[in-house]
């Protein structure tokens, strides 16, 4: 038995990033760091090798967004006094009086 499969693509788009990384010996490195350092900061990748063998990758550090600091909101944010009280039709499902809470 043969089952037939028909697909109907009206579109399709492929995208191929191609990232350049920069190798780089130990020895270059440290007699170019800065101008290492700026082609990381640039947002290219820098392989720094030893023998011709990867030993490791410099890349800008990813930034983190601003994240309110605990207590950053104090005195803006007013709760009221009868925050903690339960709603009567609530108190009479669980038949529980105020004086159990």
Not at 2 to 9: M, P, Q, R
Not at 13 to 29: G, H, L, P, R, W
Not at 86 to 96: C, Y
Request: aromatic share 6%.
């Amino acid at each position: 038995m043969c089952s037939e499969f028909k697909l109907n693509i009206k579109t399709t788009k492929i995208v191929i990033i191609v990232i350049e990384v920069m190798n780089i010996s130990i020895t270059q490195a440290k007699s170019k760091f800065s101008q290492v350092i700026r082609k990381a900061e640039s947002g290219e990748a820098v392989t720094i090798t030893r023998h011709g063998e990867p030993v490791f990758t410099l890349h800008p550090v990813q930034q983190i967004p601003n994240v309110p600091k605990i207590g950053s909101m104090k005195g803006m944010i007013e709760i009221a006094d009868d925050f903690d009280d339960l709603p009567p039709k609530f108190m009479l499902a669980f038949r529980l009086d105020q004086e159990s809470i």
